[in-house]
């Protein structure tokens, strides 16, 4: 079926039905709001009545055939009439004049109204002069969409345009926030490479820094127990060397003459230590001399007995400034005898430089006692132990 008023189809939803006249039309095109429609439906399908039918029952009541009366003249007055095949271009089409009862609070009430003289206008339609009611609500609707289509069109370009600039704001805002989120990235990536590079080598060099510790702590260790092996020996220098001498005896000659006698059981063994050097001088070959050495190799004992070898080195330290004269060696120039504990070959350089940095530093004391290297600066001082290099370091530094 087709709308009587605007001639397009009405579907079951939004039609009403005139109970006079059956003519079916949108409840839009009559006036009646959705809300309104569908709370009234069941009243407007048993009494509602189109205008034309509302207009016809008003003039029999009132007796009168004249043409619908507008009772809100005073709002606007009427256009003057024009033909009826024609609609007046300069008609008031405002929408003061089109009064809708959108909060029509019962069913009754709204019956009522559509039987009131002015229905027509209650309704949402003006009749202007004698003009059909269908030009009336066609002329309405294109005045409205005229004047509805181009505000659309303004305000759907202006949302365009606000949302593409906030759009394009918001991605270049985004594309530099993620600029800078990645620079963060790449920056905290050569960070952690640095930082595991910087690692690695502090595992290496804390592995370095721990075996050079263990080694260093055995070297002392080692060196320890082979002083220890040494405590029954003397080294004994300054001895001229011959050839075909004898060590052994050159010994007990020493020892008698430091006020030590020796039994041949306490000897463990003598000889001496170290590259043969070539004589000072050739022997003359009308004497009998055996030809001696420019710098003698010095002499090893080895005690059977430690008290022994305390008493010779006593002994030595009383009878200061004792020679090789008369103690059996061929013609020579006597030189002073040197007795001293018999040292490792580390501990002989600890004491080497030992010496050294007491000279420079201006330091009294340097001496050795069963094998330990001792140095102090002054009388009634603190005596310093040096059992490495770095001790020396540290002591004298």
């Known amino acids: 079926m087709d ?13 009403v039905q005139c109970v006079l006249c059956k003519g079916c039309y949108h409840h839009n095109c009559v006036g009646i709001t959705t809300a ?21 029952v008003s003039r029999r009541r009132r007796n009168d055939n004249t043409p619908v009366r507008n009772h ?20 008031n089409m405002s929408c003061e004049e089109i009064p809708h009862d959108q909060d029509s609070s019962s069913t009754t009430a709204f019956t009522a109204q559509m039987d009131r003289p002015d229905a027509a206008q209650i309704q949402g339609t003006k009749l202007v002069g ?26 759907k370009t202006s949302l365009s345009d606000e949302i593409n600039s906030t759009l ?13 989120i990645k620079n963060k990235i790449v920056a905290l990536e050569n960070e952690n490479t640095n930082l595991h590079q910087e690692l690695a080598l502090i ?15 055995l070297r002392v260790e080692l060196n320890d127990r082979e002083q220890i092996s040494l405590l029954n020996d003397v080294e004994i220098t300054n001895v001229p060397e011959c050839d075909g001498e004898s060590v052994g005896h050159i010994v007990l000659a020493v020892a008698t003459k430091l ?6 059981r306490d000897v463990v063994s003598a000889h001496r230590v170290g590259p043969r050097r070539p004589p000072a001088a050739a022997p003359s070959a009308a004497a009998d001399i055996a030809p001696i050495a420019s710098r003698p190799r010095p ?17 030595v330290r009383v009878r200061r400034g004792t020679t090789t004269a008369d103690i059996g060696l061929p013609p020579h120039a006597p030189k002073t005898i040197y007795v001293n504990e018999r040292l490792t070959k580390e501990n002989r350089s600890i004491f080497a430089k030992a010496r050294e940095n007491a000279r420079s530093k201006n330091w009294r004391f340097v001496w050795t006692k069963e094998g330990r290297v001792y140095v102090r600066k002054e009388h009634k001082e603190k005596a310093h132990w040096l059992r490495t290099e770095e001790d020396v370091q540290q002591v004298f530094c």
């Not at 592995?207 to 263990?214: E, I, P, Q, R, Y």
């Not at 006020?259 to 041949?264: A, R, S």
């Not at 002499?299 to 002994?315: E, P, T």
């Open 259 to 264: 006020g030590l006698q020796l039994d041949e």
């Open 168 to 180: 394009v704001s918001i991605k270049a805002e985004f594309s530099k926030e993620l600029e800078c």
């Open 72 to 91: 809100h003249a005073e709002l606007a007055p009427p256009a003057p009439p024009a033909p009826p095949a024609q609609a007046p271009v300069d008609a």
């Open 130 to 155: 004698n003009m059909p009611l269908e030009q009336f609500t066609l002329l309405l609707d294109a005045r409205l969409r005229g004047f509805l289509t181009p505000m659309m069109e303004e305000l």
């Open 299 to 315: 002499i090893v004992l080895r005690l059977a007995r430690r008290s022994v070898r305390d008493q010779l080195v006593n002994n």
């Open 36 to 56: 309104c429609y569908q709370k009234n439906l069941s009243e407007l399908r048993k009494s509602w009545r189109c205008p034309a039918c509302t207009e016809s």
């Open 3 to 15: 709308c009587l008023a605007c001639d397009t189809k009405v579907f079951d939803t939004e039609v």
């Open 203 to 217: 595992k290496v060099h804390s592995g370095d820094n721990d075996l050079k510790a263990t080694i260093k702590q």
